[in-house]
């Protein structure tokens, strides 16, 4: 199952596109989908959060709680819109190429991949543009 949830005016459009390719996703590194929960938030909420539950007292653009139970992916993924406009604008990317870009992070985390290394980002980066090339497809 794949909930969205918003706790500021955001709107996902097309949940049912997304939730479609949330699930290839889940599907292409081999995995079973359990609960996955998408939370959308400001960068007030977000920061929050880091800073109750990781002692980061940083802004970011996603938190993921992974929950996951051994090849079933369960978490919570929260996502600040406000940084994902600021990341889309930094990059010069469309907003929803961005947004697509931090939901298949969250993603990828539950799936067991870090991005604390240069190695373990590299890695994630490909993994990302593999996931965002999936909703392409799927469309």
Do not use: P
Request: net charge negative.
């Amino acid at each position: 199952m794949i909930n969205f949830y918003s706790e500021n005016d955001f709107e996902l459009e097309d949940e049912k596109s997304f939730d479609k390719w949330i699930r290839e996703v889940v599907t292409s590194e081999k995995k079973d989908l359990g609960e996955i929960n998408y939370i959308f938030c400001d960068d007030h909420y977000l920061y929050k959060i880091n800073l109750k539950f990781l002692e980061h007292d940083t802004y970011t653009d996603i938190i993921s709680f992974d929950n996951s139970e051994g090849n079933e992916l369960n978490g919570d993924i929260f996502i600040s819109t406000d940084r994902v406009l600021e990341n889309a604008k930094e990059y010069n990317v469309d907003f929803s190429e961005e947004l697509k870009r931090v939901m298949s992070h969250g993603i990828l985390h539950l799936c067991g991949y870090g991005d604390k290394s240069e190695s373990e980002t590299k890695e994630m980066r490909q993994k990302e543009d593999e996931k965002i090339a999936l909703f392409h497809v799927e469309q």
